[in-house]
């Protein structure tokens, strides 16, 4: 028989593993947020007789807790559940925090390495996703069979590899968003419609990750730097001249690029290698950069 679960939070990653669980026959007992409207979505989209409340004081015992809150408020929220019920297993999913953050006690720290822009979203990309898991014994064989039952993946962390590892999921997924948002601005500014041009750049980013996925980092690069076009870097250089912003973005992005080239042993011809790396040398050199 699979436990009984409370979840404090009903935002997006919240409420959509309350669904998740309750169709694959874990029990909710009740639900808690301060946000009237977001315990009526859960409401709408759960229904029968689970508990819901605006109150953490309303929540009654249950087997395990889900904290599913902004990382600034887990500590306050797991030490009100665990002066009340300190036999429970005490659940965060936050990817920066470790579980002993939940204090003495049954713990797991359970992080979805997702992006879930709504709920909708959330139920969608939850199958087939990575969990990062990292606890005690008994919350790490909890984690392990919901990951399973969620049809997810699961992999077990230290304390001491959160924050690089929340660091790598930052990059791999906000500053996607970031570079997505700088293409459209060289876009813009090149005179193009960012709702005429935004379709095409998606598309462009789907098939380079489609690349990645079937070929693997870093032998999925295409460009100019891994054909070693060094005519077509100066051209872009020349475009940059008075967009300092832009400039330095491109340069920390060729920088890098250049590094795995070499880290890769990419097939780039060596003297064009040495050519774009002393191209880009001297730039960031003008610009303040390394």
Known sequence: MREAVSIVGLGRVGTALAVA??????????????????????????GGDISVSSSMEDVGPAEVFLITVRDDAIFQVASFLRSRFPRA????????????????GPRLAMHP???????????????????SLEGDARGLEWGRKVVESLGGHSMELEASQKPLYHLAACIASNYLITLLHEALRA?????????????????????????ADGLGVPQALTGP??????????????????????????LYMARKTLEMIRE???????????????????????????
Request: net charge neutral.
């Open 113 to 131: 390495l997702q992006s879930f822009a709504s709920v909708r979203e959330a139920l969608e990309n939850l199958p087939a996703s990575l969990f």
């Open 225 to 250: 730097m891994v054909r070693g076009d060094v005519g077509t870097i100066e051209s872009h250089l020349r475009a940059l001249e008075g967009r300092e912003g832009m400039k330095e973005f491109y």
């Open 89 to 104: 297993l005490l659940v965060h999913t936050s990817g920066l925090h470790s579980s002993h953050i939940l204090g003495e």
């Open 21 to 46: 669980l309750k169709e694959r026959g874990y029990i909710l007992k009740s639900l808690a947020d301060k946000d009237l409207g977001a315990l009526e979505r859960a409401r709408l989209l759960l």
């Open 187 to 211: 876009m813009e500014e090149a005179g193009m419609e960012r709702g005429r041009v935004l379709p095409g750049l998606i598309a462009l980013m789907r098939g380079t990750l489609r690349n």
């Open 264 to 290: 890769g042993g990419l097939p780039t011809p060596q003297s064009s290698l040495e050519a774009m790396e002393t191209l880009i040398r001297k730039e960031s050199s003008r610009s303040g950069g390394r």
